[in-house]
C-alpha cells in the first residue's frame, strides 16, 4: 500500500502549480534532471523507460513519521511492481512542483493525482529524494504525504 502511495506521489499537478529550478523543457524531458525525467515516463506509464534511469540495485523508500519502510529492492523487483500497478492505476499521474538537485542528490516536491473508485479526482503531495549512483537512480525516499496547498 505504501508503495501505492509512493507512485501515486511520484505520479508526479493541475495547472495551478509552482516550478522552482524546473523550466517546462525539463517537465517534458527534453532536458533536466533523471528525477524529473522518471517523473514523465511515470506520467506516461512507461515502465520499460522508467527502468531504464534506475541502477540495478535501486531501492524505493517510504518515510512515515519516523519508519522507513522499503517497498523494493532491485530493478527486477520495481519491474514486477510496475507490471500491475499501471493495470490497477490507469489514472495516475503526477507532476513535479518543484526540484532542485544537489552533488547526486535531487530533491522535489510532487503532487499526486488519480481518480478514487468513483471516479472524484483526489490528490496529494510529498517530498521526494532520489539519490543518483553512476547517473542512475540507486535510492528513492518519500516522506509522509500531506495536503497540497494548492489543489
Known sequence: MAITLG??????LSACHINFNVTKK?????????AVKFVNAYNAHDADAMLTM???????????NDQIYTETVGKNALAEFLGTYFIQNTSAQSEVVSSKQ?????HQVERAIWKNQEGKTQTQCSL???ELQDELIINVWYFTAYRCAID
Not at 7 to 12: K, N, P, R, V, Y
Not at 27 to 32: A, D, I, L, V
Not at 102 to 106: D, G, P, R
Open 128 to 130: 521526494s529524494v532520489y
Open 7 to 12: 507512485f501515486a506521489i511520484l505520479s508526479s
Open 26 to 34: 525539463e517537465q517534458q524531458g527534453k532536458t533536466g534532471n533523471l
Open 54 to 64: 534506475v541502477h540495478q540495485d535501486v531501492r524505493y523508500m517510504f518515510i512515515n
Open 102 to 106: 544537489e552533488a547526486k542528490f535531487i
